[in-house]
Structures are given as C-alpha cells and as structure tokens.
C-alpha cells in the first residue's frame, strides 16, 4: 500500500514536494483551523531532524506516479525527547495511512522510537483534529495539555482552559471561544539495558 522512508536529509525535490503537500493540506484544512507543518523548525542545532515520507504504491487508486501521501517530520532533542508534526494528502485521508506508516515506523530497529533516539513524542493537534484524537489512543498517547483560542474581532488571546480567571476575564471583555489545540504526549516503552 505505502513504502516508508526515513532520512535525515530531504533532496530539492522532495523538499519542493513537501512543500506543495503542506500547501494542499494547509488549503483544505483552512476552515476547521488545523494544523500544518514547518519544514524549517527546530532548526537550532540542538536537535536532530527526521523526515519520513509515506509513498503510494504504483497503482493504488489508479496512480502511476508514487506521490508523497504522508509526511512526517520528527525533530529529536539529545535528551530524547521530540516533536512530531504529521500530514496526510486530504484525498488519502481515513485509509489507514498515518497508521501504517507509525506502524512501520515502531518496527524499525535502534535506541528509541524508530531508531531516532526518541523516548517521547509530543505532537500538537491543532483544532483538536479528530484523526489526532484517534491515532493519540490507539498508540497510548496522552492529552497532556491544551490551548484556547479566544477572538474578539481582529484580536486573538491564546490561554490554558484550566487557568479559570483568565478565562473568565476574556470572556468578560468579549472573547468568544473559537478552537481548542490539544497537545499529546506519546511515551515509548524503551527497553532496559540486560
């Protein structure tokens, strides 16, 4: 169904590839407000970039071509600790395809998560995406936090839903609750040293 390749580095190519996925992505998704991805974060030294493109097939719905379907972007810091921020072609969406593609990846062999060093995974869901929600329990991913957005015209106020005063007082100066964010933390078993 999909091939998985994992590099630290993309080609011209693919970086342009990449780039007209998120462009795609980022158009549909435009309304509900979800999330996108940054091709160029996390890019201080300190951490240490995955990417992943999830391929079709030759053949799969009729394609010749072996487009991008999938791309996931995992930047690794040296305590282990990452980011992750995926995105799914909108016409391949709800087939299985970011689940395969974890999936393949968790079979990979090395330290950590996939070979990357990784020991958590934290990934924001922007708009609260229902595919986040879904992949989130069926990998054991925890909602460990979450972020309001609140609008008054033009003006955006972003706050944590749990600090209640502040909340209170936004809405009290007339902002209207518009999206939540939820920020989900994925810890991978590691297995101890024999």
């Keep these: 169904m ?9 080609s011209e190519a693919e970086v342009a ?3 007209a996925l998120i462009a795609e992505a980022a158009a549909f998704d435009e309304e509900a407000g979800f999330s996108t991805v940054d091709l160029t974060a996390d890019q201080d030294g300190n951490t240490e970039v995955f990417h992943v493109l999830s391929r079709l097939t030759p053949g799969l719905h009729g394609s010749v071509d072996t487009p991008v379907a999938a ?13 992750a ?14 689940t395969l593609t974890l999936e393949t990846l968790s079979a990979r062999e090395g330290d950590g998560w996939a070979g990357t060093g990784a020991v958590s995974i934290t990934c924001w869901a922007k708009g609260d995406h229902p595919a986040a929600e879904r992949m989130s329990r069926r990998f054991g991913a925890e909602a460990e936090g979450a972020t309001w957005l609140l609008l008054r015209g033009q003006e955006r106020l972003m706050l944590d839903p749990a600090d209640e005063a502040a909340v209170l007082t936004a809405r009290h100066d007339g902002f209207v609750h ?17």
């Design 2 to 10: 999909i091939t998985v390749d994992v590099r630290e580095e993309l």
């Design 71 to 83: 791309y996931l972007r995992l930047a690794v810091d040296r305590a282990g600790g990452a980011v």
């Design 17 to 19: 590839e990449v780039a």
């Design 85 to 98: 921020q995926m995105i799914v072609r909108p016409d391949f969406r709800s087939l299985g395809i970011a």
């Design 178 to 194: 518009e999206q939540t964010d939820v920020r989900y933390v994925w810890r991978v078993p590691v297995p101890a040293d024999t």
